[in-house]
């Protein structure tokens, strides 16, 4: 380990181990399961084509068709998004996205390795502290489904670049350049997760007071001038963090300050206002910290079985741990025994406290504030409430609910705290060596057996977690191949929208399935049973072209990260044997059926949206509408109102025929036809307007309405 490439070499090999066969599929696979990492991998591949053609990204028609969505301005994480998005330019979204992934891995455990060497200066001890970083159960579940949240790199630096900081400031020059370096790293964490640079500042807070615990009890009133000058250095890290890091985050501190009135989607403005359930729900156990996690090929499947265990001790939250890609933040038993023996070290040695006497202390003094702040905000023991770190935190930094994340920190703080015991223990093994005169190569024996040790106890395979997507189901095949622009709808209701957006990138035809953060999720109420009469009507009115009918899943594995992974397919698959009224079938196969949504006597249809601007009214298809002798119906959807809203249906240009032959019912009770006015009174969810012919006029030619218009009424 005399050469930096040599460890680079060593840690991307176990990267490369671990996350088999993914290196050798990184255009058609990735990491971990369906979720969110497949909603970026879709956003990086719109954002090339948008490029590419010369568009707005943030315009992307595809999703949620026919209406489709302004995307949220990104965070201004440009540490994450700059290096996926200069990858997907060269190669594309998959393998930009799979780098960066693998990437992350020998990135953390260099940072990792270079704070336990700057603090034990043994290479060995922090080449074994990297492991323990790097290939933790937190960073191989963050990895599974967030990349931004894998990208744990910056952490050691900053650590490292406080502790210097921390350290005797002897000069200006010094306090200029520790307290630049700190600003720089602090940057770092901010531009890659606000999460991270967040917590960063929890750290600062915490490792202030430990080493000022520390130096007042050790120097007493000579302590003060330097508590100084590290104010000073603080100070000017927090002025360069926030000059480096403003220019590409001032968007999102809007939105902090004032979400509701921010252009961004209903979900990210809902980010920004957590409510404090969530804070409860995602906040660290005490256990979390010490349970291997639920992937491990030995104890694994023993591991649930253990929380469900635990939650019957209690009759509240206090024992009901968060979902397992939220808990697991796993330390590891190897750490734990080394970080305790650094301490009964401390004791027991008196060269070892001289060495290491302040590190550990502090260090330690630091994880154990963290893991306080990480608990739930309070505990009730014999109905008296007592309110924890977190509650406070929550007044102050709303948008940030999840506590147990916090692990990642305490985690490197346990792992430098490992870093000294093995720097001690390799000490004594050496001199040993020595004098029974034994080659000093056996060091080599004594570092990969702990190395192996490490390994072992954060494995997380067979089997492989990598998802191949390879293989293109033939339905979506068949669907690239339709010359038209199409606009399809993945059912059920409950798929996975992350599936349908990765095979978008294959078929590129509008997807209608709206999320539970998009303002037309209500439509979903209204189309939830394909075999209703009606329902074909709708989805035609819509533009829908196509429905998906996945009788299997698409991804059969068990999906950990996503508790109703098991819904994503249509759970009576017999039923869908038959052919929906209004369609006919279109193409079969094992896993899909598609059926084709006939365009006659297609429904009209309106959506009217309450938000902080106004009303926003959308005709999907355009404004003409011929009317037929059969019955014709309009739809009309209130969403994002609780109360009734006067509103007018107009239209302009009469073609043809008169409107004299038609009666008009709406809401099942009759509306008088005048001067091409309706006046109607919209009641939340769905409005039901049907014009129906008096009398048949084979002669008459077809009525036509041109510049359909509704418009609330607002006075």
Not at 285 to 308: A, E, M, N
């Amino acid at each position: 380990m005399k050469k930096p490439f040599l460890l680079l070499v060593l840690y991307s090999f176990a990267a490369v181990v671990l996350t088999f066969p993914l290196v050798t599929k990184l255009s058609s696979s990735t990491y971990g399961y369906a979720g969110d990492n497949f909603g970026a991998i879709h956003y990086f591949w719109w954002w090339k084509q948008s490029l590419l053609a010369g568009l707005d990204h943030r315009n992307s028609f595809l999703e949620e068709a026919p209406f489709g969505v302004t995307l949220d301005n990104e965070s201004g994480a440009i540490l994450y998004y700059l290096p996926v998005k200069l990858l997907t330019l060269l190669t594309d979204a998959v393998t930009g996205y799979n780098l960066v992934l693998l990437l992350s891995f020998p990135a953390a455990a260099l940072a990792m390795f270079w704070l336990a060497y700057r603090v034990t200066r043994n290479k060995a001890a922090g080449f074994i502290a990297g492991l323990i970083f790097a290939f933790s159960p937190y960073h191989f579940w963050k990895a599974y489904n967030h990349l931004d949240l894998a990208l744990i790199w910056p952490l050691p630096l900053y650590a490292l670049a406080l502790w210097n900081l921390l350290k005797e400031l002897s000069t200006k020059r010094m306090i200029i350049f520790r307290g630049s370096m700190a600003g720089l790293a602090l940057a770092a964490c901010v531009l890659t997760n606000f999460y991270y640079g967040y917590f960063m500042l929890l750290l600062t807070g915490a490792l202030l007071l430990s080493n000022g615990v520390y130096g007042f009890w050790r120097q007493r009133k000579a302590y003060f001038p330097e508590i100084l000058k590290q104010f000073l250095a603080l100070l000017l890290a927090g002025f360069l963090a926030l000059l480096i890091s403003a220019p590409f985050m001032y968007k999102t501190l809007l939105s902090f300050r004032n979400p509701s009135t921010s252009s961004e989607s209903l979900f990210k403005q809902e980010a920004f206002r957590r409510p404090f359930d969530n804070l409860i729900s995602l906040s660290a156990r005490p256990w979390d910290y010490l349970i291997p996690s639920q992937d491990h090929p030995l104890w694994g499947k023993y591991v649930p079985i253990l929380y469900d265990w635990i939650k019957t001790k209690s009759n509240d939250f206090k024992t009901i741990s968060a979902v397992p890609h939220e808990r697991t933040i796993y330390l590891g038993w190897v750490s734990v025994v080394l970080a305790v023996l650094s301490v009964w070290l401390l004791r027991k040695s008196s060269s070892f406290r001289e060495k290491y006497g302040r590190a550990i202390f502090v260090f330690g003094l630091t994880a154990l504030t963290l893991v306080l702040i990480s608990l739930p905000p309070f505990i009730i023991i014999k109905n008296v409430q007592l309110n924890l770190p977190s509650f406070y935190l929550y007044k102050l930094f709303p948008m940030f609910r999840s506590y147990a994340r916090l692990g990642v920190v305490v985690l490197m703080l346990v792992a430098l705290l490992a870093s000294t015991a093995v720097a001690k223990l390799l000490e004594v093994t050496y001199a040993s060596l020595l004098y029974k005169k034994y080659c000093r190569s056996s060091l080599v024996y004594v570092i990969c057996f702990l190395s192996s040790l490490v390994v072992f106890d954060f494995l997380n395979v067979p089997p492989a977690k990598v998802t191949d997507f390879s293989t293109v189901p033939p339905a979506y095949l068949w669907l690239a191949k339709q010359a038209e622009p199409s606009i399809i709808l993945e059912w059920p209701p409950t798929f996975n929208v992350a599936d349908g957006l990765l095979m978008q990138r294959v078929h590129q035809k509008g997807m209608a399935n709206w999320s539970i953060q998009s303002p037309y999720f209500g439509l979903w109420k209204y189309v939830s049973d394909l075999y209703l009469p009606e329902t074909a009507k709708k989805l035609a009115g819509l533009g829908v072209n196509f429905v998906f009918v996945h009788t299997q899943l698409l991804f059969g594995q068990e999906n950990p990260v996503d508790d109703l992974f098991y819904t994503r397919a249509v759970p009576d698959s017999e039923r869908y044997h038959s052919v929906p009224p209004g369609m006919s079938l279109a193409f079969s196969s094992p896993y899909i059926t598609v059926f084709s949504v006939e365009k006659m006597n297609v429904a009209k249809m309106a959506t009217v949206i309450k938000n902080n601007s106004g009303f926003n009214i959308r005709l999907p298809g355009g404004n003409g509408w011929q009317l037929n002798n059969d019955e014709n119906t309009f739809y009309l959807y209130l969403f994002g109102s609780h109360d009734d809203v006067p509103a007018a249906l107009s239209w302009n240009n009469l073609k043809g025929g008169s409107l004299e032959s038609y009666m008009a019912t709406f809401n099942a009770e009759d509306v008088p036809i005048e001067n091409e006015i309706i006046k109607l009174i919209l009641k939340p969810g769905e409005n039901k307007l049907s014009m129906s012919r008096l009398s048949s006029c084979p002669e008459c030619p077809p009525t036509t309405l041109n510049s359909l218009s509704l418009q609330v009424i607002t006075q």
